[in-house]
């Protein structure tokens, strides 16, 4: 969405509006959260912090207690992705043996 009809000669107030069109957010825009999502999102783009976004705590926030509040305003697939990584196998121990070379007594 970032990306989307990016022109080097325009503002970053007319980049910002442009990728807040861009119809691979609309749902977003358009849901229960929508004001709160296009605060947060406007935020991070116009952010000149030296790491990104750090500046746009409060928006973020916001969208975060919307989305608690309103825990069907994104679509299922989006929240399951999380989901299915808790869901996951945790990862298997395994137990490294020495070679058998090492086991050897040496016979000195």
Do not use: M
Not at 59 to 83: G, H, M, N, R, T
Not at 93 to 105: D, F
């Amino acid at each position: 969405a970032a990306a989307y009809g990016n022109d080097e000669n325009e503002s970053l107030e007319a980049k910002a509006q442009k990728a807040l069109e861009c119809p691979c957010i609309a749902d977003l825009r358009n849901g229960q959260c929508g004001f709160q999502f296009s605060e947060a999102f406007l935020c991070f783009l116009k952010s000149t912090a030296e790491e990104k976004g750090s500046d746009c705590v409060h928006p973020f926030v916001a969208l975060q207690k919307c989305i608690k509040a309103y825990p069907d305003a994104f679509s299922k697939d989006i929240l399951e992705e999380d989901e299915v990584k808790k869901e996951e196998k945790p990862t298997e121990e395994y137990k490294i043996s020495p070679p058998l070379w090492a086991k050897k007594k040496s016979k000195a």
